[in-house]
């Protein structure tokens, strides 16, 4: 299977990269009510709120969502149904369960991946100065798309 | 979930002596028929894959609060 425009593929499982694509696009559809889009050329942004979750198992590795403040604080928004100004510590949360629910709604459509394999409690990272450092010989496979026309990065290093 | 996960929370919970009656609906991301069966088993009265509609936690909600939508 081919990966679509908004697909970015360095990987030997670059055959999960359109359903990675399809079980973040639900996620955002049924939880915000918001369709992604397919990004542009990057725009150099920052992006300085990162969500991520571990599995284990039979799929070793952590799925990352990447996106601006702005970004962040509209999906919390969207997904707890207030108003952007009142979002506070909510917005690690919301964060943290979009990556959840990706990862899991990922894992689901894989075959032979939803009884095997088990994520860990999101974590939030805010801020961008910082360096991720994965095993030498992970996979990645990253999603570039757009939240609200704001930049929007889904990955999912895969441990060997 | 922090502490502990889903199930063992159910199970628990069935063991708290007001509270066992307090019906449980689990929302979550596993989606395997595995665990759907574990978690009704634990106790639950109900079981919500995410993501999910509003229309779907009805569906499930209703029926074990006993009311009519």
Redesign the interface.
Known sequence: MKASSATLAVSAHEHWLPLLEVGAR??FE??LGCHLTTAGPSTGESLNITAMVGSAGKLRGVMRIQCNKKSAITMASKMLGVETYKIGPELADAMGEIC??V???F??TISGL??GCM?S?PTVITGSDYNLHSPADSEILELKLLFENMPLVISLAIHS | MPVMDGLEFVKQLSGVANAKDVPVVMITTEGSEAHVVQALSCGARGYIRKPFTAEQVKEHVIPVLGVKA
């Open positions: 639900e996620v049924v939880m959840n629910m990862a899991g709604n894992k689901n939803s009884d994520l409690v």
